[in-house]
């Protein structure tokens, strides 16, 4: 009798073990690109990400260049600081609270999808599109990663500006994405010249508003545009949010 009782123990055991197991949330890789709006990653973009993603249940690991920032800002002034000089891994761990790995460890093979928060340092720091607009070179360790998750069909998001790495790296897959909207006078999208020069590069551009997502589901690409419009907390919050549950979508599709 009493054989019976542990082998039915240990059965259940197994059973609540496997079923654990198979609960686990997906793995999801988020790009960091310093700390700060004008010269990193734009924290509430990169926070709204993080906060959607684990609400999601996902399993979140930040990864960033261990490279120096193309140059520091100071963030009251809007203007660079002179003689300041930053590591983009350190100032990204202000965000990760100090868990970030080197972008050259990050493989399609150790993550389900990878998300790209916005912010200049998209345009400094992952590549130079800051400088040379539709001339722009990507970062090579964040090109072999787009190209990496893009061929193992892995969920790829981004938003704000980081969308024109995708343009740079996908655009000859005919890869579809936002960028927001066009100027209309209000001042509301002081960056729509991105949309322009991400059409050159071979993207499909499609125009959005702050709280809308474009799924390229055959290059299982998501994108928002964030700060690409001049918008309160709330909305930017709001936009990133869906745009993390659609790549989350993209993973069980």
């Known amino acids: 009798m009493l054989s019976v009782a542990r082998t039915a123990a240990r059965n259940l055991h197994l059973r609540l073990f496997s079923t654990g197991a198979s609960m686990q949330g997906p793995a999801v890789a988020v790009v960091l ?23 999601g ?30 590591n983009v891994l350190v100032e990204s761990a202000r965000i990760a609270r100090g868990e970030v790995k080197p972008l050259t460890e990050l493989t399609s093979g150790g993550a389900d999808a990878v998300f790209f928060p916005g912010g200049f340092g998209a345009a400094k720091n992952l590549s130079d599109f800051a400088v040379k607009g539709g001339d722009m070179t990507v970062n090579s360790e964040v090109e072999r990663i787009i190209k990496d998750f893009h061929a193992a069909k892995k969920p790829i998001g981004l938003c704000c500006i980081a969308p024109v790495l995708a343009a740079r790296v996908l655009g000859g897959s005919g ?35 702050v709280e809308e997502v474009v799924v390229d589901e055959a290059n299982k690409v998501v994108t ?12 930017i919050h709001d936009g990133v949010a869906k745009a993390v549950s659609a790549l989350l979508g993209l993973i069980k599709s």
């Open 57 to 86: 249940g996902a399993d979140v690991t930040c990864y960033a260049p261990d490279a120096p920032q193309m140059h520091v800002i100071d963030h009251t002034k809007g203007a660079p600081a002179e003689g300041e000089s930053r």
């Open 33 to 55: 690109s310093g700390s700060g709006v004008y010269d990193g990653a734009e924290v509430h973009e990169a926070s709204a990400a993080l906060v959607g993603l684990t609400r």
């Open 175 to 209: 890869v579809t994405l936002t960028l927001g909207q066009t100027d209309d006078g209000s001042g509301k999208w002081p960056y729509a010249g991105a949309i322009e020069a991400a059409k050159g590069m071979g993207a499909t551009v499609v125009e959005k508003s």
């Open 224 to 235: 928002t545009p964030a700060y690409m419009y001049n918008g309160k907390f709330h909305e």
